[in-house]
């Protein structure tokens, strides 16, 4: 069974930082390229950040760049998403989530685009809210 597990979410003041986690079972993360996506209220969910499952290649939303990380532990089968200098238009639900690429092209698009619509399994998300 395929399971994504959120965890990390809290509050936290504007400026500070949280790291979010992604603990992955039934499938391994060098094989899946992984996401992380957030949804915030009134708000369509988007692509924060994705990482590819072979050679490390990361995409980022304009709004983190330069202020969020996604990264891989395999040896922990977890990715994580570490957001610093965070500010209130962060607050969202956070989620992660995975796919396996059909071909090398496939892959460099799913994480490229980073589009929620070509991702197949999701965790259930973690809640961040950044105050001012």
């Known amino acids: 069974e395929v399971q994504l597990v959120e965890s990390g979410g809290g509050l936290v003041q504007a400026g500070g930082s949280l790291r979010l986690s992604c603990a992955v079972s039934?499938?391994?993360?060098?094989?899946?390229?992984i996401g992380w996506f957030r949804k915030a209220p009134r708000k369509e969910r988007e692509g924060v950040a994705c990482?590819?499952?072979?050679?490390?290649?990361?995409h980022y939303e304009d709004s983190v760049e330069g202020r969020f990380t996604i990264s891989r532990d395999s040896a922990k089968n977890t990715v994580y998403l570490q957001m610093n200098g965070l500010k209130p238009e962060d607050t969202a639900v956070y989620y992660c989530?995975?796919?396996?690429?059909?071909?090398?092209?496939?892959?460099?698009?799913?994480?490229?685009?980073?589009?929620?619509?070509?991702?197949?399994?999701w965790g259930q998300g973690t809640q961040v809210t950044v105050s001012s």
């Open positions: 989530a995975g796919v396996r690429a059909r071909t090398t092209v496939h892959l460099t698009a799913v994480v490229i685009y980073c589009s929620d619509d070509e991702y197949q399994y």
């Open positions: 039934g499938f391994g993360i060098d094989d899946y390229a």
């Open positions: 990482i590819s499952s072979t050679d490390g290649q990361t």
